[in-house]
């Protein structure tokens, strides 16, 4: 596919600098296109351009992945101040309000919730160049509501589905559906997900077999998926307090608790302490943003002690989440001005934390991509938790040692730019960059890592 250039691209919007709508947080970027097909769906569901939002790293640059009514968009993010306009994927039918995805590797996972869609897998290796379709088919499935992807089982999760693989000609709807990328350009089937009691799921999380199904007005479902045809379940909660449509959460880094969000609007979040001794499902936690009776959650992300909200009409949230059961809001950007309507489906639709810079991602259901970071020190780029290594000394004026050599050394602006590089390893120097604060990652096993470094 071309590569399509920024500043040539119609509609373009390119904004830096900070918010009048915002606190800990600055706007780096944004992106929209008058262009693309709107959707007047339904009368709270007006102006309806774009949807999710995901992130990427590969080979120490940052990519942007943008869903909207037409398809998938693709950006190059590493350095703020060139951000191209990549590639663009179109969806199997549009427009459409629905277009969600996933990565696993440097393939990306898309499905769509409207009309005769497909499982749509993107080649994203030939980055910043282009992407490429590997694959699109309907053989397994034709619509899903959402996806979540399992990467250390290699195992896909479809949610909402529906599928005629059972019966050709006739799609009929599940729970979810389970697939098998060991192979991932060859999707294999590996079991439907049916339950006595639920008859929907509109999403879900799932780490190393252990999943949690949010089944809309049928509350939340925990149970192990080692067996996709077999589920064992280990609980459910049918019943809870602010209680409204169960939409999404998320699993802290230690497993020990459980953020999970109603998509109605005044009902609070929800904290769910995991820990061992206690019933599987104890809420410990009721937290919202606190501006008014008509505030609603959508989409959460948790990295480190940092829990990342996108927020409808409130725009996108951060609360600090050190004490789980009692988070505290650190930060915040809205992307919908005044204040937030009765039954109005508007502002941030998705949000993105986990980009080795720190940047923030966060999709507006009408005006598209915002490019973000805080700005705070102490709501900082949060440091990785694959594995620890020492940075000394820090503070630090020439020489940089760290605990042991590391294959791969990168260098990160406050503006989420990589400035250096290192390979092989253990003492470089920094005498040559200027006095403030920086991110060091280093790569062991295929994984990356980052602390802090201050330059005096």
């Known amino acids: 596919m071309k590569k399509i250039l920024t500043l040539i691209f119609t509609g373009l919007c390119l904004s830096m600098g900070f918010s009048q709508n915002a606190s800990n947080m600055n706007l780096i970027y944004s992106w929209t296109d008058t262009n693309i097909a709107d959707i007047d769906a339904l009368p709270y569901l007006e102006d309806f351009r774009y949807n999710d939002v995901w992130g990427f790293e590969q080979n120490g640059r940052e990519y942007a992945i943008l869903g909207s009514t037409m398809g998938v968009h693709f950006f190059d993010i590493t350095d703020t101040t060139i951000i191209d306009y990549i590639d663009f994927v179109p969806g199997r039918v549009g427009p459409i309000t629905h277009h969600e995805f996933n990565n696993y590797r440097n393939y990306l996972y898309v499905v769509a919730d409207q009309g005769a869609s497909s499982l749509q897998i993107v080649d994203m290796q030939y980055l910043p160049d282009s992407v490429h379709v590997v694959y699109d088919n309907d053989s397994l499935v034709i619509r899903s509501h959402e996806i979540h992807i399992d990467t250390a089982m290699q195992k896909v999760y479809l949610f909402g589905v529906r599928s005629d693989y059972f019966s050709p000609g006739v799609p009929v709807g599940y729970p979810a559906m389970i697939l098998d990328v060991a192979n991932p350009v060859d999707p294999q089937y590996l079991g ?105 959650g959508h989409n959460p992300h948790i990295k480190g002690n940092y829990l990342y909200v996108s927020y409808y009409q409130d725009g996108v949230r951060v ?37 080795p810079s720190g940047k923030i991602l966060v999709s507006d259901i009408e005006t598209g991509l915002y490019v973000l970071r805080l700005h705070d020190d102490n709501v900082g780029v949060e440091n ?73």
């Open 192 to 296: 439907i997900f049916t339950h006595n009691i639920i008859t929907y799921v509109h999403d879900g999380y799932v780490r190393n077999d252990t999943a949690f199904f949010h089944c809309g007005p049928d509350g939340l479902y925990y149970g192990y998926m080692g067996d996709p045809q077999n589920p064992v379940e280990l609980d459910v909660m049918p019943f809870y307090l602010d209680q409204g449509y169960n939409h999404s959460g998320w699993l802290t880094p230690d497993g020990k608790h459980y953020v999970m969000i109603d998509e109605t609007q005044g009902m609070r979040l929800k904290m769910i302490d995991m820990q061992p001794g206690l019933n599987f499902f104890t809420v410990c936690g009721l937290f919202e943003t606190g501006i008014g009776p008509n505030n609603m």
């Open 319 to 355: 609360f600090d989440i050190s004490d789980a059961c009692n988070p505290v809001e650190v930060a915040w950007y809205d992307t919908w001005p005044g204040d937030a309507l009765v039954d109005e489906y508007r502002g941030a639709w998705g949000v993105y934390g986990f980009l």
């Open 384 to 456: 990785e938790t694959f594995f620890e290594f020492d940075v000394y000394p820090n503070p630090s004026t020439d020489l940089v040692q760290l605990n042991e050599s590391y294959e791969n050394i990168r260098i990160i602006d406050i503006n989420g730019k990589q400035i250096r590089t290192f390979q092989n390893v253990q003492t470089f120097s920094v005498e040559d960059l200027s006095s403030g604060l920086y991110m060091i990652g280093v790569e062991k096993e295929n994984k990356w890592s980052y602390q802090k470094l201050m330059k005096q």
